[in-house]
């Protein structure tokens, strides 16, 4: 059985990840900062165990007794929409738990590859390949780089992926999935992968059901081929339409 670890795991995407986990019969470790939020949102499951920690402030020590077999780290942090949350401490959270898993994992040397699966954004550009957006887009985003620094930490959680994991972390390997505008849908529809997005992420976005992301991401937990498709790129995620 497939042991999984979930970081924002009672988020709005991240209890659909993790339900769709469970429903595909993994071990899911879920940290979450409120103890028994996701017991609330999904009812008790014998498969799943609900850490109460912040990803901010938990041990290394504890991190890695958590870390310990597991054969993929998911990650659906997101900064809350409050003044706090955008504005406040800790002003890189998902680039600080990128890094701080990513140590860990090092540090626990496991035997295997161990995939890390980061929810990110179309607002954020793939720099590995010619992926250049509208001119539109890049000069909103630029703006927003100076006035929120969410997006900032985007930028820079998958930025450590591309540039440090692919070359110095051995025993990782990563996907950064990232859906255009988020909405709500009751069960998973039709999607499709890009390489790159297709469309002005700030202009003319399309939309990406939270659920959807969640299938995709579970997917690459367990297809493997899927997984080599992706490994080291940053799929983009729309609804089908
Ligand atoms: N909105 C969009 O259209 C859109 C589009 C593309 C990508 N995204 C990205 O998608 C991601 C997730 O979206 P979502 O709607 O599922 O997010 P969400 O419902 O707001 O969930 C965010 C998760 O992060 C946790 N979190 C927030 N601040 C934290 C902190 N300081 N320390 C520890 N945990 C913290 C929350 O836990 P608590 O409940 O404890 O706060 C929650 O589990 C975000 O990274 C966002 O940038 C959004």
């Not at 795991?9 to 339900?19: E, H, I, K």
């Not at 986990?21 to 071990?27: A, E, F, I």
């Amino acid at each position: 059985m497939k042991k999984v670890l979930v970081l924002g795991a009672n988020g709005a995407t991240g209890s659909l990840l993790v339900q769709q986990l469970l429903q595909k019969g993994m071990n899911v470790i879920a940290i979450v900062r409120t103890p028994n939020t996701l017991k609330q949102l999904i009812g008790a499951q014998v498969n799943l165990k609900e850490v109460e920690a912040d990803i901010s402030a938990i041990s290394e020590k504890d991190l890695a007794q958590y870390l310990d077999k597991c054969d993929a780290v998911l990650s659906c942090l997101g900064h809350n929409l409050t003044l706090k949350g955008v504005f406040g401490h800790p002003k890189f959270l998902v680039t600080d738990a990128v890094e701080k898993v990513s140590r860990v994992l090092e540090s626990i040397n496991p035997k295997r590859k161990v995939k890390f699966i980061l929810m990110n954004s179309t607002g954020n550009s793939n720099r590995d390949i010619p992926e250049i957006p509208p001119l539109s887009q890049r000069f909103v985003i630029s703006i927003l780089r100076l006035l929120l620094p969410p997006h900032v930490d985007n930028e820079k959680a998958a930025d450590f992926l591309r540039l440090n994991i692919s070359h110095k972390h051995s025993c990782i390997e990563w996907v950064a999935v990232r859906p255009d505008s988020l909405t709500d849908e009751g069960s998973v529809t039709h999607y499709d992968i890009f390489t790159s997005p297709t469309r002005n992420a700030i202009f003319d976005s399309a939309p990406t059901s939270r659920i959807n992301v969640a299938n995709f991401m579970t997917n690459l937990v367990t297809n493997e081929d899927l997984w080599h498709e992706w490994k080291g790129k940053m799929p983009v995620v729309y609804n089908h339409v």
